[in-house]
């Protein structure tokens, strides 16, 4: 691992604890000081932003306009506040990781550390951190584990094996990459590798911390529940896709502990991350988060908003103010026997493409995804998945529990959907040996039709 960056983690890791006794008013003082400087940053140096925001330079964030992924890579070159970075170039510079299978914990020209997400919306967005933003992107999963109480240092190593994406373009990659040291011995597993070698790598690694896709995490904990994967971390790390709540009961029965659900977004890196009373708190000095309604108004303590803004404190080379991400999310108040006082996030709902809009009697329906959660999670034990086509819900099933079979499920969910007023939609139910992926690894519930944007 790079030496100025093991430097900055262990410095961020050691000043962010003191952050823990931070009341509401100092968390408060902190963002007003860092928004500060990341305005002032961002109109000093990017020419987007000045144009984005003329006539408000001095406004209130709130009155500040969205910035969309498909605005900042339209453009990028006009974002960055480093002359003569540009968006073709990073991305040559993530291509020939990808051609290659170059090591993406080395920085690229020896200051830059990138990554890439095609998103919910199918849209690519591609990000970059110097070595001080990525210094702080590493510490802000580092947390999720202080968080949990899980310890690590130069006497007793973090054995960490995390099961998502390989892709070297993907954030999980890089920073597991970049972790990879004496300190943080890391195995990385690709999610779409048979299960019979991710076994046999976890059982000899013996991760003190399991990380992965939700998707990823209820089949190995069927394979401990069966016998064949014998491992005993201290804690389950679940991330990038939505846990329900069946599928992180099938993790405590496997490991004895409830998973924690970290939170986190290539464009943000960690958001939120639960403590070890399992109430999940914002990171609310590294993002500021807006929960909002369709038109963009902040929605009620509580509510689950329709989408989310969001502004990233510490971004300095690519500036994100009030980015929207697709996420439903709900804020709580503040208030935790861990005695943080960072609030409290009550709710993530998976993404607003997650919500399926099918023909009804009176005009289309929309379908929330915990309508197939209802049926769907106690009838498999290796996952499931939802994907919208043309006319049909195509349905895939894997690992099947025994007492279940195609016809009861397609009978339980025809029911469901009719009493939600769905009308006129085939569904196809497939019984798979696994779940079909996206180009990351990811294995999204439910997926509905592609969407302009």
């Known amino acids: 691992m790079d030496i100025a960056l093991l430097a900055r983690l262990l410095g961020l890791r050691v000043a962010w604890r003191r952050r823990d006794r931070w009341n509401a008013g100092r968390i408060a003082e902190h963002q007003d000081k860092a928004l500060r400087e990341l305005r002032r940053v961002a109109y000093s140096g990017s020419a987007f932003y000045r144009r984005h925001h003329a006539g408000l330079l001095d406004a209130p964030l709130e009155q500040l306009p969205v910035v969309t992924k498909a605005e900042l890579m339209a453009d990028f070159d006009q974002a960055v506040t480093v002359h003569g970075l540009r968006l073709a170039d990073v991305e040559d510079h993530l291509q020939a990781l990808s051609d290659t299978g170059g090591d993406p914990g080395i920085p690229w020209k020896g200051r830059w550390w990138a990554a890439a997400t095609a998103g919910t919306t199918g849209r690519r967005g591609t990000f970059i951190w110097d070595r001080s933003e990525w210094g702080t992107v590493l510490a802000s999963y580092a947390r999720a584990n202080d968080w949990a109480g899980i310890s690590a240092g130069l006497t007793r190593p973090l054995k960490v094996a995390v099961v998502s994406s390989r892709v070297p373009t993907h954030q999980s990659a890089v920073v597991g990459a970049s972790l990879r040291s004496r300190l943080v011995p890391t195995l990385r597993l690709d999610v779409t590798a048979p299960m019979q070698e991710t076994v046999a790598a976890l059982n000899g690694f013996r991760p003190r911390s399991l990380v992965g896709y939700a998707s990823a995490l209820r089949p190995l904990a069927a ?213 079909e992926r996206t180009a990351l690894g990811k294995a999204p519930l439910v997926r509905g039709l592609p969407r302009r944007s």
Not at 421 to 432: A, C, R
């Open 223 to 435: 394979e401990q529940r069966a016998g064949r994967l014998a491992i005993a971390p201290e804690a389950v790390m679940s991330a990038s896709e939505v846990l329900s709540a069946q599928a992180a009961a099938e993790m405590e029965a496997a490991w004895g502990s409830w998973p924690f659900d970290v939170y986190a977004a290539t464009e943000t890196a960690g958001i939120a991350s639960p403590c070890s009373y399992r109430n999940s708190h914002l990171y609310e000095d590294l993002v500021i988060v807006e929960p909002v309604d369709q038109a963009g108004a902040p929605v009620p303590p509580g509510t689950v908003g329709s989408r989310l803004l969001v502004t990233v404190l510490f971004s300095r080379t690519l500036p994100l103010i009030r980015y929207e991400m697709s996420d439903r999310v709900g804020i709580g108040g503040r208030g935790c026997p861990c005695g943080r006082s960072f609030a409290l996030l009550k709710t993530v709902e998976g993404r607003v493409e997650d919500v399926l809009l099918l023909p009804g009697r009176q005009g289309p329906v929309s379908v929330h995804p915990n309508v197939f959660h209802n049926v769907l999670d106690e009838a498999t034990v290796a996952g499931w998945q939802v994907i919208q086509q043309t006319g049909a819900l195509r349905v895939l099933l894997a690992g099947v529990a025994k007492d279940v079979s195609a016809e009861r499920v397609r009978a339980e969910l025809a029911k469901v959907l009719a009493s939600s007023g769905v009308v006129g939609t085939q569904l196809d139910i497939h019984l798979v040996e696994s779940l």
